[in-house]
């Protein structure tokens, strides 16, 4: 919603203004279609000349981010939490009831306790690999955490590829406004027995290229890009709660203390209050009862 409200303030104030300081529209419509064409078309045309298929895909699909913010919520910290719990005190209790779980989370009690969360097949992973790791007693905390480290690093990695693909693309757009206004003054040249006002409205159509390479590069594709970034380094945070409760546990710290450097790691909007943790993890105990 925050986005469609930055898009329209966009529009409003920049074209908004233009009218009232008497521009004229005309000239700027007549203008656009070719423009766009050659301005847009160009930047479509490097975007897919500098990704493969499905870095293209990726980017495509994480444009929605711009608009849905964050996956995770407040909530999904909570529950990630809990099931940290379960998952961490059965490995204690019993480390082959523990198995069934991380050998067939799609079929497991707990994970189906959580849907948002089994959905996810990175974090299942994490969480899988990690415990797997630690059932075949390569317990050394600080190799486990350089592992954990380098496999965030290069999910974070992939996942700004998004931003990065449309970053450039932002940076190309005023470049390819030159270039569409160029063509312009070419156009403008060819007819340059014309009278003035003729001149005049040919010159205007050509600086409507300049005009757009600029407004869609800082007006909405770079925003959207610096948009996709800190949505990806805030759902990254979800990711590093994982690694923090299991580099805990590593540390033969009590299930409960694991629990709350995982808590106390989690950013302060979307960190659960220790209350409202410790009545859910009471209801995990007695369901386990």
Same mark, same amino acid.
């Given at each position: 919603?925050?986005?469609?409200?930055?898009?329209?303030?966009? *529009?409003?104030?920049?074209?908004?203004?233009?009218?009232?300081?008497?521009?004229?529209?005309?000239?700027?419509?007549?203008?656009?279609?070719?423009? *766009?064409?050659?301005?847009?078309?160009?930047?479509?045309?490097? @975007?897919? /000349?500098?990704?493969?298929?499905?870095? #293209?895909?990726?980017?495509?699909?994480?444009?929605?981010?711009? *608009?849905?913010?964050?996956?995770?919520?407040?909530?999904?910290?909570?529950? /990630?939490?809990?099931?940290? *719990?379960?998952?961490?005190?059965? #490995?204690?209790?019993?480390?082959?009831?523990?198995?069934?779980?991380?050998?067939?989370?799609?079929?497991?009690?707990?994970?189906?306790?959580?849907?948002?969360?089994?959905?996810?097949?990175?974090?299942?992973?994490?969480?899988?690999?990690?415990?797997?790791?630690?059932?075949?007693?390569?317990?050394?905390?600080?190799?486990?955490?350089?592992?954990?480290?380098?496999?965030?690093?290069?999910?974070?990695?992939? #996942?700004?590829?998004?931003?990065?693909?449309?970053?450039?693309?932002?940076?190309?757009?005023?470049?390819?406004?030159?270039?569409? #206004?160029?063509?312009?003054?070419?156009?403008?040249?060819?007819?340059?027995?014309?009278?003035?006002?003729?001149?005049?409205?040919?010159?205007?159509?050509? /600086?409507?290229?300049? @005009?757009?390479?600029?407004?869609?590069?800082?007006?909405?594709?770079?925003?959207?890009?610096?948009?996709?970034?800190?949505?990806?380094?805030?759902?990254?945070?979800?990711?590093?709660?994982?690694?923090?409760?299991?580099?805990?546990?590593?540390?033969?710290?009590?299930?409960?203390?694991?629990?709350?450097?995982?808590?106390?790691?989690?950013?302060?909007?979307?960190?659960?209050?220790?209350?409202?943790?410790?009545?859910?993890?009471?209801?995990?105990?007695?369901?386990?009862?």
């Amino acid at each position: 919603m925050l986005g469609i409200i930055g898009i329209a303030v966009i *529009f409003v104030m920049v074209f908004g203004g233009y009218i009232l300081a008497g521009g004229k529209m005309g000239i700027i419509l007549k203008a656009l279609p070719f423009e *766009f064409m050659m301005i847009g078309g160009a930047a479509a045309g490097a @975007f897919l /000349l500098g990704n493969d298929s499905s870095g #293209a895909k990726h980017t495509l699909k994480d444009i929605g981010k711009v *608009f849905k913010g964050p996956k995770w919520k407040p909530e999904d910290y909570r529950d /990630l939490l809990c099931l940290l *719990f379960e998952l961490v005190r059965l #490995a204690r209790q019993s480390p082959v009831a523990v198995e069934e779980h991380i050998e067939n989370p799609e079929e497991s009690s707990i994970f189906g306790k959580y849907p948002k969360i089994s959905a996810d097949k990175y974090a299942v992973e994490l969480i899988c690999d990690t415990l797997r790791t630690m059932s075949m007693n390569y317990d050394d905390p600080h190799q486990v955490e350089e592992v954990l480290d380098n496999r965030l690093e290069a999910m974070e990695h992939h #996942a700004m590829h998004s931003s990065h693909a449309l970053q450039t693309t932002a940076d190309a757009l005023p470049a390819l406004g030159i270039v569409a #206004a160029v063509l312009g003054v070419i156009k403008t040249m060819s007819s340059i027995d014309q009278p003035p006002e003729v001149l005049g409205k040919l010159i205007g159509g050509a /600086l409507v290229g300049t @005009f757009l390479g600029v407004f869609l590069a800082y007006g909405l594709v770079g925003p959207m890009a610096g948009k996709v970034k800190s949505v990806v380094e805030e759902d990254m945070h979800f990711y590093n709660l994982i690694r923090e409760v299991l580099v805990a546990n590593l540390h033969n710290h009590a299930t409960n203390i694991c629990i709350e450097v995982g808590r106390q790691n989690t950013p302060s909007h979307v960190r659960p209050s220790f209350g409202d943790l410790e009545e859910s993890l009471k209801s995990v105990k007695q369901e386990a009862a």
